[in-house]
């Protein structure tokens, strides 16, 4: 039986955009090695989604984030989401549950349930995770409260930028959030793997 049109016209599509998201990755890989404290200020514009390098478990990569508490984590969701999360110290992540709970879970608790097998850390271009000292305050006062949650109004994007930014904004996607991040930070975000201990 032949293949229907519309299958290979899927898997074509799919085939060129891996190897773009690729093609991405070789050269923001290049652009950190030859340029690492570069801002954006100058570069920065409305169509600018602020990340350098993509997180993907698709493509090995060298580079490996060195965390420190605060930082931005994020892992597949159903295979074309992110979820998202504060760290604040090696075994504790602060999220939104779907629940509305806020809660204070391991890495390997981050991941259960959900499609990533990774977790990645929003870093500069030196590998180290873009974060400041309120951050992590900020999250860890949040713990056990809960927020209404709304996948669209009220979600895990929205949480973490409130944790970030100390404002409550409206927020809805993980691209609003890197946006909002990188502008934050004025830089562009490497989103890299956390080689985190996987025993517990």
Known sequence: MPIPLFLLGAAVISAVAASELKEHQKNADKERKLNPNKSIRDEFDLHSSGIAKYPSEAFDSKHFAKIKPGALVCCGLGGMLDHT????????????????????????????????????????????????????????????????????????????????????????????????????????????????????
């Open 85 to 200: 999360g504060i760290l604040v110290d090696k075994d504790t992540i602060v999220e939104l549950h779907g629940s509305g709970l806020i809660k204070a879970i391991s890495p390997q608790r981050f991941l259960k349930e959900r499609s990533g097998n990774e977790i990645f850390v929003a870093c500069d271009a030196n590998g180290n995770a873009l974060t400041n000292d309120l951050i992590a305050q900020r999250a860890m006062k949040q713990i056990f409260n809960y927020q209404e949650y709304d996948l669209i109004k009220n979600n895990c994007h929205r949480f973490a930028w409130q944790c970030i930014s100390g404002t409550n904004a409206e927020l809805t996607t993980f691209h609003q959030l890197n946006k909002m991040f990188s502008k934050y930070f004025k830089q562009k975000i490497y989103w890299d793997k956390w080689q985190f201990d996987t025993r517990y």
